[in-house]
């Protein structure tokens, strides 16, 4: 099983509004990553948890705050949106989170994000 | 800096034909190389991965190639089918960090019937 799950698919919400969203992998990956996708932009890296604990933080605003309960559930839970921050966010996860040969991060769905 | 650039920034072609994608980089050190596609709206998906010593790598109708002496790498579709329209990214992996990859800007291509 190759798959990375994220919900919802679709979240629109104010800028008052507490969201969270989800991610899961039973691949047994140790590191996960969230990335926030604005429409034809790669994917820039918002955070890393390798072995449930924060190894990278790109210097993202505190009105994003990541979660790691266990090393198959990641979550980036969102307060204070601004209509900015609308864009596709990505979950990935991969086997490690140290430089490796073939180290393949394999990424969800996505989650397209829309705040009023 | 560590950059990957990506050409044609767009492609259109019928189906049936093949293409190639190019992706050059200036990654040091080098651990390796990737080719993901994109569906619109949905996460990348792995092609292939590719390391130093590697020249090339097939999945099905995908083969990527690389020259690491070079730095450049190169993503041939053959017999393009309609579900190939896609963006396709080129990603490397610095030695010192496999978290921080490097993504280019992508290609999107369009398969016309």
């Known amino acids: 099983d190759t798959e990375v799950t994220q919900t919802p698919k679709h979240l629109v919400m104010g800028m008052t509004n507490k969201k969270s969203l989800k991610c899961e992998q039973h691949m047994g990956h140790r590191a996960m990553y969230w990335y926030k996708q604005k429409a034809k932009k790669p994917p820039e890296l918002m955070f890393v948890?390798?072995?449930?604990?924060?190894?990278i933080n790109e210097s993202v605003p505190s009105r994003f705050s990541p979660e790691c309960p266990n090393s198959s559930l990641l979550n980036l839970h969102l307060h204070a949106l601004q209509p900015e921050d609308s864009a596709l966010y990505l979950c990935?996860?991969?086997?490690?989170?140290?430089?490796?040969?073939?180290?393949?991060?394999?990424f969800g769905p996505g989650t397209r994000l829309t705040v009023l | 800096k560590n950059q990957v650039e990506q050409s044609p920034q767009s492609l259109i072609i019928l189906e049936g034909k093949n293409c190639t994608l190019q992706?050059?980089?200036?990654?040091?050190?080098?651990?390796?190389l990737r080719w993901y596609k994109q569906d619109t709206g949905r996460g990348p998906v792995s092609l292939t991965i590719?390391?130093?010593?590697?020249n090339t790598k097939s999945n099905g109708r995908y083969t990527a190639t690389l020259d690491a002496d070079t730095k450049q790498s190169s993503l041939h579709i053959t017999a393009s089918q309609l579900s190939d329209s896609a963006s396709y990214i080129c990603v490397v992996s610095p030695y010192s960090s496999a978290s921080k990859i490097i993504f280019g800007s992508g290609t999107r291509l369009s398969i016309r019937p």
């Open positions: 990935a996860s991969s086997q490690v989170g140290t430089a490796s040969g073939t180290d393949t991060q394999y």
């Open positions: 948890y390798s072995y449930e604990k924060l190894s």
């Open positions: 992706c050059n980089y200036t990654v040091s050190p080098f651990s390796n």
């Open positions: 590719m390391t130093f010593s590697e």
